[in-house]
């Protein structure tokens, strides 16, 4: 896998602008009837003009500087001609480097590792297109095609890598922190469907590059390019030669399709848009951009580091979701134990909801008060933590509070060792063979806890079962 | 004068506001007007009798009851057809746009409107805004009110005829490369293209985005002040509209004008028509009788000015126009039966033939490997000129030529020769690459054929060519409209 390298290209929505890149319709445009959202100017009617959305700028600013990029004095918009039917104006209006740096970043980077840096190109302005949809489905059986520019002009910010990724994996470490950064800025909220989409290019060394379009959720990039890969891998290996083309990523199949080749790209005949003057930034700008980016996860991850002794790799799984991170701090306003909080959010939150969708986060039923509630009730040995883990399971699901769940069903922890004492005597008599291989096998001795432990419905403090059980035992051993 | 339709739009105002005749009276007198000569003229595409009228009876309403109706209240108002008027056909002059009734006013309409001035109709052009004699307009061509076999200029000949043979009082027109100049010289009467950034072209269907201005064409200067006044300034519906105005009237016509300095550009009176040099040579004579400095000054990068002129302009419609695919807005194609791009060939095949050159060859300016050959190159000519001409106003406060270096001619006599046609453009396109201002006022006429002399000023300094510009009106009667 020596010799693979990938560049990315993404787009990401600003979702918290209140309007639109060029006019004032909503930048929300995912609850409108299809054409409902628009007016003459994202419609590309004559007459009309772009008119900037100054917050547009401040947010694109904000994320080019998050990754570490320069903003230049001065912007400029540039039109990007191409006929496409979901193209009002048949040209978009975006940045374009290549007659001089005056996109709202260039030359950033972005740490995936301690020995990994991926170099970001440039970070740029943009409006999206409106939205094609087919009457029965999809294109091949469809009559017509329709049109929605619903969400035609809405605000997208195109980030492009350099090709410095060498394997999957990477990319995929390299999208969690980008979300994990978009999140904590607060511009984009990356659970919206088509508010991240990604585009990635692949090549094998001596290969030529591979473009990989209509990759919409990050979570399918890598999957995209495994498959890439292990196309042009076997393609190689057998001495056919990789063309240069744009390929489009078949999510439902699982493949990657041709979509046009080299030579039929197009020339996109670049020039300033000449209806939006020069955006002189100056100074304040800068000042203003740095006010307003808040901690980033690489501060965030070291500070949970050190001062709440988290490990690396919980560290930064709380991390990767800015929300899972907020539920932790929250968590520790109400009761301050880092450790706890953060295994039972890593371990069994996560578990629960099912790993990746620590997005859906603020609809769930438990709340930071409960999970801080809990903790400190298995830190105050009130109860055992596998009651607290069914406990647990019981908040997640029905919103109770965990002293509400105690109260109504007993899940007070057994310290007093003659109960225990009984109980263990209870299933020594019945588990007879279990304590003959308890004698020589000490990993039998787990057994016998668990049935204690089952005994007294998980009541029973664990160490004080394994204490007596080890004492039971020895007594016998002697005897 | 013994037509109410003779009337100037002060004047106009004036005995409205007075109640010496209504503007219903007034209005009639204008339909009328139009209903005797636009056979002949040819000026208009669309009409806008009814509207008008209740316009005209919503003014009449107002000045009974003594309520405000505005600085141009009743004054008939001709729009060239490639701004935006909301609820009334704006058709380009194309095929394209024949159906095309825009959902909002122009911001320039929208004032005027504000100001009580009634829109009497749409005014021929060349499609799009694409040429300088009328004749490429999809509707035919417009006919000059002085000679009906001869071309009324163009682009925005409907606007410079209309005004002249008095078929409404004032017209907007828009200037990209001479386009409100060229007409308002070859029909006698006053054109201004303002600094670019001063009117709003928020609705002016594009052509040429960073060359164009809004401008106005009347017989008077007077009235160029007024319609100014009304449609200028700052615009939050367009970005390159920055005149803050702190002055309200920005404009006006002075008593006494302190006498200036003029320089006459002589690359621009160099090779024209011997009969327009005599003009505008005579023209000067009446600036220096008033004690006028005049100086001889040879401006280098006006021999740059026509391609660079033509390479920006053309690569921006190329762009413009390809909007133009018939889904949105446009005239009636079926799409049955159409696979995308079988459509989108099919609908834009039907752009006239200049525009079709035009496109394809500001297509070809953009593409990759001739931008820098062409369109970069063109770049950098206009801000030699623009340097060039701005030196030379910290010196002159004007600077002065003929407008356009021939007379009017037959229609029809240049239609075969595009590159005779963008020649003709060389003294007006000046203003629009540097963003100044400039006004084509009457000097005289040579065998019956109208001849304007252009003054170019500093940017933002339109006052100092209503100044130039009024004192020559005063000092020379020329005629401004024809008998028909």
Not at chain 1, 172 to 182: A, C, E, G
Request: charged share 25%.
């Amino acid at each position: 896998m020596g010799n693979i390298l990938i560049g990315l290209e993404i787009h990401c929505q600003l979702t918290s602008l209140k309007s639109k890149l060029f006019c004032f319709c909503h930048e929300d445009y995912r609850s409108f009837k299809p054409n409902s959202n628009i007016c003459p100017i994202c419609c590309g009617f004559p007459g009309t003009l772009p008119l900037l959305n100054q917050k547009a700028v401040e947010h694109a600013a904000m994320i080019s500087n998050a990754l570490g990029s320069k903003i230049p004095e001065k912007i400029m918009f540039y039109r990007k001609n191409y006929f496409y039917p979901d193209l009002p104006k048949n040209f978009q209006i975006t940045q374009y480097n290549s007659y001089g740096l005056t996109s709202i970043g260039s030359a950033g980077s972005v740490c995936i590792s301690d020995s990994k840096t991926i170099r970001i190109r440039r970070v740029q302005l943009e409006e999206d297109p409106g939205r094609l949809s087919y009457d029965s489905g999809n294109i091949h059986n469809s009559n017509h095609t329709l049109i929605d520019y619903n969400r035609s002009g809405v605000a997208l910010v195109e980030i492009v890598t350099e090709p410095d990724f060498t394997e999957p994996k990477e990319v995929r470490y390299f999208l969690n922190k980008l979300s994990s950064i978009l999140e904590h800025l607060g511009v984009c909220d990356t659970a919206l469907e088509g508010a991240v989409r990604c585009d990635a290019n692949v090549s094998l060394k001596g290969g030529e590059r591979i473009e990989i379009k209509n990759v919409n959720s990050f979570r399918e990039v890598e999957k995209a390019l495994t498959y890439e890969i292990s196309r042009q891998t076997s393609l190689s290996t057998r001495n056919i030669r990789i063309n240069s083309e744009t390929r489009h990523w078949d999510e439902q199949r699982k493949i990657t399709r041709i979509a046009r080749t080299k030579e039929e790209e197009q020339d996109y005949r670049y020039f300033p848009e000449p209806d939006i003057p020069l955006v002189m930034l100056g100074k304040d700008f800068y000042t203003h951009i740095e006010k307003l980016v808040p901690e980033l996860p690489d501060e965030r991850l070291s500070r949970f580091k050190s001062k709440y002794t988290l490990s690396d790799h919980v560290a930064n799984i709380l991390i990767n979701s800015k929300k899972l991170a907020d539920f932790f701090e929250s968590c520790l306003k109400i009761y301050y134990s880092p450790v706890e909080i953060a295994n039972w959010l890593v371990n069994d939150l996560l578990a629960l909801i099912g790993g990746e969708e620590t997005v859906i986060l603020d609809k769930l039923k438990i709340e930071p008060k409960h999970m801080a509630e809990l903790a400190k009730l298995v830190d105050e040995k009130k109860i055992s933590r596998s009651n607290a883990k069914q406990i647990f399971t019981e908040v997640f699901r029905t919103g109770q509070t965990p002293s509400e769940l105690l109260s109504s069903t007993d899940y007070s922890q057994i310290n007093d060792e003659n109960l225990i004492a009984n109980a263990v005597d209870l299933v020594f008599s019945s588990e007879k063979s279990a304590v003959e291989d308890a004698k020589v096998n000490s990993g039998a001795i787990n057994f016998l806890v668990g049935k204690v432990m089952k005994m007294t419905k998980g009541r029973a403090d664990p160490k004080i079962v394994t204490q007596l059980i080890n004492v039971k035992l020895a007594q016998l051993g002697n005897s | 004068m013994s037509n109410l339709y003779d009337l100037g739009a002060l004047e106009a105002h004036r005995g409205i506001n007075q109640g010496d005749f209504t503007a219903e009276e007034y209005v009639w007198s204008i339909i009328e007007r139009i209903e005797r000569v636009e056979g002949k003229v040819h000026a208009f595409i669309t009409l806008n009798k009814e509207n008008a009228l209740n316009d005209a009876r919503e003014i009449d309403k107002k000045i009974r009851t003594k309520e405000d109706a505005g600085s141009l209240a009743g004054v008939t108002v001709g729009i060239k057809d490639n701004i935006s008027t909301h609820g009334l056909k704006t058709t380009c002059a194309s095929k394209m746009l024949e159906n095309y009734v825009p959902p909002y006013d122009a911001t320039v309409v929208e004032r005027l409107k504000n100001h009580g001035a009634i829109v009497i109709g749409k005014l021929n052009l060349d499609e799009f805004g694409m040429g300088s004699t009328t004749e490429y307009s999809r509707y035919g061509p417009t006919h000059n009110p002085w000679n009906l076999d001869y071309v009324p200029g163009g682009s925005s000949g409907g606007s410079g005829a209309a005004v002249s043979s008095r078929e409404c009082a004032i017209s907007l027109g828009s200037d990209t490369g001479g386009s409100v100049r060229c007409p308002a010289s070859f029909c006698s009467v006053v054109g201004l293209k303002p600094t670019y950034g001063s009117v709003s072209r928020f609705g002016l269907i594009s052509y040429a985005n960073s060359l164009e201005q809004i401008g106005p064409i009347c017989r008077t200067v007077e009235d160029v002040v007024t319609v100014m006044n009304a449609i200028s300034g700052h615009d939050p519906n367009d970005n390159t509209c920055f005149l803050l105005r702190s002055n309200v009237p920005y404009l006006h016509i002075k008593k006494d004008t302190a006498p200036s300095s003029i320089a006459i550009v002589k690359e621009l009176i160099d090779g024209c028509d011997p009969a327009v040099s005599r003009t505008i040579y005579s023209a000067l004579d009446k600036f220096k009788e008033f004690g006028w400095e005049s100086t001889e000054i040879s401006l280098k990068s006006v021999n740059y000015a026509l391609p660079s002129y033509y390479t920006i302009a053309m690569a921006e419609a190329s762009s413009n126009l390809a909007r133009y695919d018939n889904i949105r807005y446009g005239f009636s194609l079926p799409v049955e039966g159409f696979e995308w791009n079988t459509y989108i060939s099919n609908v834009r095949s039907n752009f006239g033939e200049e525009v079709k050159r035009r496109i394809l060859i500001g297509s070809y300016v953009l593409s990759s490997g001739y931008y820098s050959k062409y369109y970069l190159k063109a770049r950098q000519l206009r801000s030699l000129l623009r340097q060039e001409l701005l030196s030379n106003f910290g010196k002159y406060d004007l600077l002065v030529g003929p407008t356009m270096p021939v007379l009017p001619f037959r229609i029809g006599e240049k239609i075969d020769d595009p590159l005779k046609m963008y020649l003709m453009d060389v003294d007006t396109v000046l203003a629009n690459l540097a963003g100044i201002p400039a006004i084509s006022i009457p000097a005289g006429h040579s065998n019956g054929l109208p001849i304007g002399l252009q003054l170019m000023a500093g940017p933002f300094q339109e006052q100092k060519l209503i100044d130039a510009a009024s004192l020559l009106e005063n000092a020379i009667d020329i005629a401004r409209s024809p008998e028909i």
